[in-house]
């Protein structure tokens, strides 16, 4: 499985911010985010590349990438992150056995540890639920500076397609809100599976058997 949680002070950051494949791990791009990075990630991702040697080839040449802020997952647990030197202060990141965490624009330095110490709490937890367990900590540790006015919860499992995939797109309250649509989406997922597979089943409400 693999997942990505993120929040930010600008709209729709779920489109733009989080890539993520099965088998293949996960691709952040952002700060001045470039949206072709994440599917070029998981593509190398794809390919059996380390998260080390993807971001240094979404680095290599790329004339822009000092804007950049960039993370990665492979599918064997190995992260890494990037801040470009134009992103602005304060910027880091912290990242542990398969799972890393980074900010930008924060109001201290202490914002992705918070992040990663409690995604790491709650080892028997839903991907999910770990995700906001881990953006919640960090908003309470100072979070961005700005009012944050988007997030999303992205995890994929053996799927071609997300099992979550979550999204405030523009408004208040944004970790409320997503933790109450997780909290409705969280009974239904193995039912919204079963229904892609095989909508043959009395499961299925239109079912007649």
Partial sequence: MADAGVTAKNLAVGARCSFVRAGAGAVLTQQVTDMRLGPRGLDLLSEGKTANEVIEALVTGNETVGWRQLAAVDRNGGT????????????EGHQDDGCVATGNGI??????????ESYERYPDARLAERLLCGLEPGLAAGGQFGQITAGALLVVDTHVFPIVDLRVDYGPLVLAKLRFLWEAFEPKIDY??????????????????
């Fill in 80 to 91: 890494v992150f990037n801040s470009g030197d134009s992103v602005p202060t304060m910027r």
């Fill in 107 to 116: 109001r201290n330095p202490d914002v992705p540890k918070a992040m990663i």
């Fill in 192 to 209: 919204f599976i079963e229904l892609a597979i095989n909508p043959d089943t009395p499961t299925n409400p239109y079912y007649v058997g």
